[in-house]
């Protein structure tokens, strides 16, 4: 099994812009809070590794998303199961893996709305998540024009392959937001220091 600081290094190694590193600790907070609260406690390392490691390619390699991370993942003997987590958050759009197992459930239900959140969070005036609402988060979900590049189908797709509501999947994704944004924040400026900041 990879290191979290293995990880690490290799997303840095092809990330370089602040909001995707911001993105992919974000995800890799929520993916852990999800198995330890979905019953996967045991797995949680390994879900977070999905998280963090969900987009490798997408900044240098944005028209073959999906398809090039087999390859970079196999720089660091990723195993098979993460390689294969990551190729199918894009299933449907780069990517005809399918999301079988409930970790690659959650890792492509959650990939689009944590962007929404982020977006919403960042025009509060406590720039944070703590104190956001699941009806203010509604409110900019039915606004199209806003964080337009989130997919609202794939985040509607998501909900329904958890088989839960899209209520409940935006109430679980605020609260692992909210459990994991003081310490994404803390290594965020860690990595990128305050200039990188994205608000």
Same mark, same amino acid.
Do not use: N
């Given at each position: 099994m990879i290191t979290r600081e293995q990880a690490l290094a290799h997303l840095q190694k092809y990330n370089k812009e602040p909001f995707h590193i911001e993105h992919a600790l974000t995800l890799e907070g929520c993916m852990r809070y999800f198995a330890e609260t979905e019953g996967y406690a045991h797995e949680a390392d390994f879900w977070a590794l999905c998280g963090l490691?969900?987009?490798?390619?997408?900044?240098?390699?944005? !028209?073959?998303?999906c398809q090039k991370a087999p390859e970079l993942l196999a720089e660091i003997d990723a195993p098979e199961a993460l390689v294969r987590a990551v190729c199918a958050h894009g299933y449907g759009i780069c990517s005809d893996v399918e999301p079988i197992h409930p970790m690659e459930k959650y890792l492509f239900a959650a990939d689009e709305l944590t962007g929404i959140v982020w977006a919403a969070a960042k025009m509060r005036p406590s720039k944070s998540v703590q104190d956001m609402e699941l009806k203010s988060l509604k409110k900019k979900f039915k606004d199209k024009k806003f964080a337009a590049g989130c997919s609202r189908d794939v985040i509607?797709?998501?909900? !329904?392959?958890?088989?839960?509501?899209?209520?409940?999947?935006?109430?679980?994704?605020l609260s692992a937001m909210r459990a994991c944004e003081e310490s994404v924040r803390a290594e965020f400026t860690a990595i990128c220091g305050n200039g990188g900041e994205t608000a």
């Open positions: 490691l969900h987009d490798i390619d997408f900044e240098l390699y944005p !028209e073959q998303h509607s797709v998501g909900a !329904e392959r958890l088989g839960i509501s899209l209520d409940e999947l935006m109430e679980k994704t």
